[in-house]
């Protein structure tokens, strides 16, 4: 089970971290993927970290404005977000990296909830 905490109402050029807990499994041998779903659209890939935390990626919209991290010892992953925009409110989930198309599927059960980001002035 993940649980992503974090979300909450912000300015357009704000700044917002996410965090997701993780349980029930190893996370540190697992990489692992942030994913957003906004209002009445399908599921989007962020970005994705390997095990170690040392290789990471994004998708182009959101380069250089968020950085994905993670910390094993605390079986916890992060989101940070700058420069925030409006076409970035969403839902955002995190996952266990899966390597598909996410625009093809729905929010996995495991995934829990999310956290919503709002981004409005």
């Known amino acids: 089970q993940l649980v992503a905490s974090g979300g909450t109402l912000v300015q357009p050029g704000g700044s917002l971290t996410l965090s997701c807990a993780a349980s029930?499994?190893?996370?540190?041998?697992?990489?692992m993927s942030w994913v957003r779903q906004a209002p009445g659209k399908g599921l989007e890939w962020v970005s994705n970290?390997?095990?170690?935390?040392?290789?990471?990626y994004y998708r182009d919209s959101v380069k250089g404005r968020f950085t994905i991290s993670r910390d094993n010892a605390k079986n916890v992953l992060y989101l940070q977000m700058n420069n925030l925009r409006r076409e970035d409110t969403a839902r955002y989930y995190c996952?266990?990296?899966?390597?598909?198309?996410?625009?093809?599927?729905?929010?996995?059960?495991?995934w829990g909830q999310g956290t919503q980001v709002t981004v409005s002035s």
């Open positions: 029930d499994w190893t996370f540190s041998r697992h990489a």
């Open positions: 970290i390997n095990s170690g935390g040392d290789k990471t």
């Open positions: 996952a266990k990296y899966e390597g598909i198309d996410y625009t093809s599927i729905t929010p996995r059960d495991y």
